[in-house]
């Protein structure tokens, strides 16, 4: 069987390697990889780009960027050398696309957090594109406002978006993040229209979740109409990979070649035998 328009994130399977996860996505069919920065650290990224290229695996993005906010001119700077890493080594991957986690500073109103985030893009987009890579703003969960991100939900990410008005600056949209949105089928289709659905991130959100961020849940076992969201985002002209990324203690201390099997058996069922090509 081959899923050519799944992906998976190499966090999601947080135990591997970023070679196993290389040669097990690909022995399964899978077509492609978002890569985790922690996935990669320390490694030779010209070896990683070869094995990559090696695996058959399209890479989409690398993982993540952004935490633009701080107290300080001081902090802010530093998080733009770090983004200029995060550049340099997505670059050095040839993966097109870097996503951003936009950070919130505890103490700074909502304004203050979103204007260095706005200014943050901005002065990252610029490199980012002398490098060929486009910059996915990622709205978070309402839960994660205090100090993860000041981008909360996809109609403040298509404002943001459209505010900066930069064609290397789009979105990624992650289901976890954006379900309980009561205009998310709205916002999705002005996403799309302004050019900004970049990506699309799949997985569950468990209403009894015990760990506020490693408490995801895969898909069909939470409380996301996942079918009704996947219709949406077609329907708004995507025709990208269904990226799962999930981060479970649970998961993560199972074997992971059989919760490689229940992603797989959870994606066909959910998202039908339509998206897995016989091969």
């Known amino acids: 069987m081959r899923y050519a328009n799944l992906a998976l994130h190499t966090f999601t399977n947080r135990p591997w390697s970023i070679e196993e996860c290389l040669r097990n996505y690909s022995a399964r069919g899978i077509g492609g990889i978002s890569i985790w920065r922690e996935t990669i650290a320390g490694k030779d990224l010209a070896q990683v780009r070869r094995q990559l290229d090696d695996s058959g695996l399209r890479g989409i993005s690398l993982v ?140 569950d959100f468990k209403p009894n979740q015990d760990h506020v961020l490693f408490d995801r849940g895969l898909m069909g076992e939470g409380c996301i109409n996942l079918e009704a969201i996947d219709g949406w985002v077609r329907g708004a002209g995507f025709n990208g990979f269904a990226e799962v990324e ?20 959870a994606y066909e069922a959910i998202y039908r035998a339509d998206r897995a090509v016989e091969g």
């Open 64 to 203: 993540r960027g952004g935490f633009f906010t701080g107290a300080t001119a001081a902090s802010r700077d530093a998080a733009h050398e770090n983004n200029q890493r995060c550049i340099d080594e997505a670059a050095a991957l040839g993966l097109p696309m870097i996503v951003l986690v936009c950070g919130a500073t505890p103490g700074q109103t909502a304004r203050e957090n979103y204007l260095q985030i706005r200014d943050g893009i901005a002065r990252m987009a610029e490199p980012a594109a002398a490098a060929g890579i486009r910059l996915l703003i990622e709205p978070l969960h309402p839960i994660y406002a205090g100090d993860r991100s000041g981008i909360c939900s996809l109609r403040t990410a298509n404002d943001l978006a459209g505010e900066l008005g930069l064609p290397n600056v789009g979105i990624a949209v992650d289901v976890y993040h954006v379900f309980w949105e009561v205009d998310l089928e709205e916002q999705l289709l002005r996403c799309a229209a302004g050019g900004w659905l970049d990506a699309y991130h799949i997985c």
């Open 246 to 265: 999930i981060f479970s203690r649970h998961w993560w201390s199972q074997d992971q070649h059989q919760y490689l099997d229940r992603i797989l058996a």
